[in-house]
């Protein structure tokens, strides 16, 4: 029988080893999800600016049920439009981050979560909800019509 102690460490273990990616390049992110036939979860977010995104970084997406959830079934992009001079992307990184605005984000929210099948279509949007990460991929997935 295992201890408190060992099912502790090894929990710790398992949390260490799930980690998720957020790319930045939605061209290399179409090309993975082809490859390993997932669907895309495109986020834009205002990440020092925006409290809903905010919210959406800390209890959604750094939670440990969507890190395990998120490297079995998504590739995930992050376009992010900080303000803070601080916070500054790269020209090239900005200008393709309005690129993907122009094209997924024509309402103008923020945050706003756009998923993507592997060969570009639109499933679903969604945005911030106050409600529990297996909440939030239990929504993901009707978006996706799972």
């Given at each position: 029988?295992?201890?408190?102690?060992?099912?502790?460490?090894?929990?710790?273990?398992?949390?260490?080893?799930?980690?998720?990616?957020?790319?930045?390049?939605?061209?290399?992110?179409?090309?993975?999800?082809?490859?390993?036939?997932?669907?895309?979860?495109?986020?834009?977010?205002?990440?020092?600016?925006?409290?809903?995104?905010?919210?959406?970084?800390?209890?959604?997406?750094?939670?440990?049920?969507?890190?395990?959830?998120?490297?079995q079934k998504w590739v995930?992009?992050?376009?992010?439009?900080?303000?803070?001079?601080?916070?500054?992307?790269?020209?090239?990184?900005?200008?393709?981050?309005?690129?993907?605005?122009?094209?997924?984000?024509?309402?103008?929210?923020?945050?706003?979560?756009?998923?993507?099948?592997?060969?570009?279509?639109?499933?679903?949007?969604?945005?911030?909800?106050?409600?529990?990460?297996?909440?939030?991929?239990?929504?993901?997935?009707?978006?996706?019509?799972?």
């Amino acid at each position: 029988m295992l201890s408190p102690i060992k099912i502790l460490v090894a929990a710790c273990l398992v949390t260490l080893l799930v980690s998720v990616e957020w790319l930045t390049d939605f061209d290399k992110a179409r090309h993975t999800a082809a490859e390993q036939d997932k669907n895309i979860i495109l986020v834009f977010a205002g990440s020092d600016w925006c409290a809903p995104c905010i919210k959406l970084e800390q209890k959604i997406w750094e939670s440990d049920e969507f890190k395990a959830e998120a490297a079995q079934k998504w590739v995930l992009v992050k376009a992010d439009f900080p303000k803070k001079k601080a916070n500054a992307l790269p020209e090239a990184q900005t200008q393709h981050n309005a690129a993907l605005y122009e094209k997924y984000n024509k309402e103008g929210v923020f945050p706003l979560v756009v998923v993507i099948d592997k060969t570009g279509k639109v499933l679903g949007k969604t945005t911030y909800k106050d409600i529990t990460p297996a909440e939030y991929i239990k929504h993901l997935h009707t978006l996706e019509g799972k």
